[in-house]
Each structure stands twice: as structure tokens, then as C-alpha cells.
């Protein structure tokens, strides 16, 4: 597992970016619940010039919002070949697949998991997924997996203090305060 190569980042919707479940009201409206600190973390890494794309098995106008929201670059929706839809993406961008983080948590997502340079779960994915990953992350789908990922690949990359730096109050403030 090599973080320090990562330069884009790909994931599954529902069950990474979601939890996994899906609700429906008695009108038929769809609703989903999307982590905030997942979104930051791609919308922040984004600017510091990684990619990011979603790919998923099913469409919703609710993910295409969302997605639109962060700036992700790449969504392919009611996609069931997902490896088909990773090597459109590595050539569209002209990223090297050893270059790409596929974020899975189902069996699905197993063959571009195997294409990819890195292969992550969240921490309650699919058994056979996490056999399969290279990276067993530690907060679960919907819950700040990709947060997680984003975080460690800056670390590994030593980007995590330009990452932070704008979060970080001015020393000076805080002696005023005192």
C-alpha cells in the first residue's frame, strides 16, 4: 500500500459516501444522508489539486447534487461495470491506475478495487471486500471513511500542515485574548 502515490480518488456512493441505506417516504421521495466531514475533505482536497469521482450502481438526482456541491470532477451513475467505468476515468483524466484509491464497500466494487492502486473499505464493509483491500479504514461508510482516507494520504504525502494551516488560529489572536 502506497498512499504517498495516490492522486485521485474514486468511491462507491451508497455504503462509502452513505451508509448504505436507503429511504424512501410515502410519496416515493428518496432520501440519503451524506457526512459533512467527507464532504470537506474532498471539497478541500480537490482545491489542493487531487481528483475525485463517484461511481455507483444506482442514480439519484440526490448524489448528483451532492456531488455537484463537493466539485467532484467525475460521476458515472447506474453503473454496473465498475472497473469499465475506473478505466474511463484513469483515461479521461490521464491518471495511472497505480495513481488511483478506489473506495468500495461491496462485492461489486471488487474488480475496480483489484485495478486500482489502492484498494480501501470502509470499517463495515462486505467480508470478501475486506479480504480484498489493501486499506481497512477505521470509521464506517456515511460516517467519515473517506474523511479518513483524505487525511492519511495527506499525512503520507506531507500535505496534512497545508491542509490544516487554514483552520489553524493565528497565534497572535490567541495572545490578544489573554
Known amino acids: 500500500m502506497n498512499l504517498k502515490k495516490i492522486e485521485a480518488i474514486l468511491f462507491d456512493i451508497d455504503g462509502v459516501l452513505t451508509d448504505g441505506r436507503i429511504y424512501y417516504d410515502e410519496t416515493g421521495n428518496e432520501w440519503k444522508t451524506f457526512h ?11 482545491k489542493m489539486g487531487y481528483r475525485f469521482g463517484a461511481i455507483t450502481g444506482r442514480s439519484s438526482h440526490l448524489v448528483e447534487r451532492r456531488m455537484k456541491e463537493l466539485e467532484v470532477e467525475f460521476l458515472m451513475q447506474k453503473c454496473m461495470d465498475k472497473k469499465s467505468a475506473l478505466m474511463k476515468f484513469a483515461s479521461d483524466y490521464d491518471v495511472a491506475f497505480e495513481k488511483i484509491a478506489f473506495v468500495g464497500d461491496d462485492v461489486i466494487d471488487l474488480p475496480a478495487m483489484a485495478l486500482a492502486g489502492l484498494a480501501a473499505c470502509p ?3 462486505d467480508a470478501e471486500v475486506k479480504k480484498r483491500s489493501d486499506l481497512i479504514l477505521e470509521q464506517s461508510g ?4 473517506l474523511r479518513e482516507l483524505g487525511e492519511r494520504i495527506l499525512k503520507a504525502q506531507g500535505q496534512w500542515n497545508e491542509f490544516m494551516h487554514q483552520y489553524e488560529p493565528v497565534q497572535e489572536n490567541k495572545k490578544n485574548k489573554a
Open 142 to 145: 456515511g460516517r467519515g471513511a
Open 123 to 125: 470499517a463495515d464493509a
Open 36 to 46: 459533512v466531514r467527507d464532504g470537506l475533505m474532498i471539497k478541500r482536497m480537490g
